[in-house]
Structures are given as structure tokens and as C-alpha cells.
């Protein structure tokens, strides 16, 4: 599986922030073992989503899960700048456009157990690319070859693609920033997702300022799920 081998330049996460997300992947197994394919969405840029989504494909594969990375922010991806990932020959939009097949997209990582799709070349229609038929082709193969398909998604309070991803997902989850995100604004991405008819998992409070969580030390700082 995969034709292109690559690097990714990751940082271990300390001892606290891997714990969250032991914690974090602890309770989506609780939801249940039909939840396979798990979007991740936010409600403006920068609240952290990418990584998080990234750690927690990244915590599922150290317990020799079979994951599969889809990084769907097909208008301003970031994770191959962030993890200086290097030359990819094609990504999702390759492969949604049809000018490369499902095989040829699939990245074999330097981490064992986990596989990545990138986003590809920037495209001028990402809704319409992710509404093709080929995108339910994929993620249904992607469900019978792998444990866990994690997707990386736009923020759902900027552009519609989330909802569309959503359709196709058995679970999705909002990162929300603190003390950033106004409650109306929160409520009104949660509402937009419903819509979709996927199981809103749960949200995960992000960048928590540890002045104001002293009990909880630096456990929760950066990364908290809550269920």
C-alpha cells in the first residue's frame, strides 16, 4: 500500500501532552468500534486542529493501530510546511481530479502504522472535488484497509468542505480554541455539522492558559478532550 515513501519531521510530544491524548484516544474507543472514520474540524484558522488531528492519527498507530492520515484542508493545507515533510508527487486533489489513482497518493510514513494522503495541489473548486463520487469510493476502501482513517478539515465556521467530509465520517470532533471562540459561534459550527447527520463526538478545548487550570497543572495545558 502506498507507492511514495516519506519523512515527517515530528516532535515527541512531553510526557503531559502524551497522556492527554492517550486520554483523548482512550474515549473514542469508548464510542464504540463502528467510529473508524473520524473528521476533525474548527471554527476559525489556528486554534490547532491540524496538530491535534495529526497526534491523535499518530496515538492510534502506537497501539498498532492501522491509520491512515487525509489531511482535506484542500484550500490552505499547512501540515507539509509544519512537519517539513518535503517533495510530494500527488495528494487528494490529484486523485479526487482523477489525474492520479487512490494508490498512487498513499504515502507510507516513517512511522510505523501510519499512512498519509496530503491535500495535492491547491484547487479553485474544493467543495465540488470533495462532493465527487470518488471521495466515497476512497473512504469506503480506506474503512475495509485500516483501523482508523483520521481527516484533517477546514474550519467549519469559514467554508462548507467540513460538512461535506462530515457525511462520510462516523464521528466528528470540534478543536475549539480558549477564551478565543464566543459560546454563539461555537454553537452555531456544532449546529452546522448536526446538520450533516454525523455524530458529533465531542470537542476539545485547546490552548487552555495554565494560570487558570493550576489544579490541573500542565496535564491539560494544551490538549483536552471532552466527552
Do not use: W
Not at 134 to 142: A, E, G, S
Not at 158 to 187: H, L, M, P, R, T
Amino acid at each position: 500500500m502506498g507507492e511514495q515513501k516519506i519523512t515527517i519531521n515530528h516532535e515527541e510530544l512531553d510526557y503531559r501532552c502524551n497522556e492527554s491524548f492517550k486520554s483523548l484516544r482512550s474515549n473514542i474507543q469508548f464510542c464504540g468500534d463502528d467510529i473508524k472514520v473520524i473528521s476533525l474540524t474548527s471554527c476559525t484558522p489556528n486554534e490547532g486542529k491540524t496538530s491535534i488531528a495529526f497526534n491523535l492519527a499518530k496515538s492510534f498507530s502506537e497501539i498498532d493501530k492501522k491509520v491512515i492520515f487525509i489531511d482535506a484542508d484542500l484550500r490552505k493545507s499547512v501540515l507539509m510546511g509544519r512537519y517539513k515533510v518535503g517533495v510530494v508527487k500527488g495528494g487528494l486533489s490529484h486523485y479526487l481530479s482523477g489525474q492520479r489513482k487512490l494508490d498512487e497518493v498513499i504515502c507510507q510514513s516513517n512511522i510505523d502504522n501510519l499512512d498519509v494522503i496530503f491535500c495535492g495541489s491547491y484547487s479553485p473548486n474544493p467543495a465540488e472535488l470533495l462532493e465527487h463520487t470518488r471521495f466515497d469510493n476512497m473512504i469506503k476502501r480506506l474503512r475495509d484497509e485500516y483501523d482508523y482513517v483520521i481527516v484533517d478539515t477546514p474550519p467549519l465556521g469559514s467554508v462548507i468542505d467540513s460538512a461535506i467530509v462530515a457525511k462520510e465520517a462516523d464521528g466528528s470532533i470540534i478543536v475549539v480554541e480558549a477564551n478565543a471562540i464566543s459560546y454563539k459561534f461555537a454553537q452555531n459550527v456544532k449546529e452546522q455539522l448536526s446538520k450533516t447527520g454525523c455524530r458529533i463526538l465531542g470537542v476539545i478545548l485547546n490552548k487552555v492558559p495554565l494560570e487558570n487550570h493550576k489544579y490541573y497543572g500542565k496535564y491539560y495545558a494544551k490538549y483536552y478532550g471532552k466527552y
